[in-house]
């Protein structure tokens, strides 16, 4: 089993940042895209930014610029740097990761895992 636990999330005013992090752990031999989606209510959740195990990344345009993802392979941790936040970004932020336990490169993934979601609020 793999676990994923997210933190970070808060109240901020706009113009504010925010860190959140996510950390996998569990049986686990690789993890190949690890990603944060947003959920705000009344809407779909949404892809916000995501990383590949070799440092790609891709972010949905109303956060680029603002919002960096990182992570660290050694720790399967992920993070989300929020800079500039807005009061249309205030939601549920989730955590996913997909990946192996087992020594594979390539297939299905063994395991496709979410955190249970941290909130963020952007508010004067």
């Known amino acids: 089993q793999v676990q994923v636990v997210e933190s970070g999330g808060g109240l901020v005013q706009p113009g504010g940042s925010l860190r959140l992090s996510c950390a996998a752990s569990?049986?686990?031999?690789?993890?190949?895209?690890m990603a944060w989606y947003r959920q705000a209510p009344g809407k779909q959740r949404e892809l916000v930014a995501v990383?590949?195990?070799?440092?790609?990344?891709y972010y949905v345009d109303s956060v680029k610029g603002r919002f960096t993802i990182s992570r660290d392979n050694a720790k399967n941790t992920v993070d989300l740097q929020m800079n500039s936040l807005k009061p249309e970004d205030a939601a549920v932020y989730y955590c996913?990761?997909?990946?192996?336990?087992?020594?594979?490169?390539?297939?299905?993934?063994?395991?496709?895992?979410w955190g249970q979601g941290t909130q963020v609020t952007v508010s004067s």
């Open positions: 990383i590949t195990s070799g440092g790609s990344t």
């Open positions: 569990g049986n686990i031999f690789s993890i190949e895209p």
């Open positions: 996913n990761v997909r990946g192996y336990s087992t020594r594979k490169y390539a297939g299905p993934y063994d395991f496709d895992r």
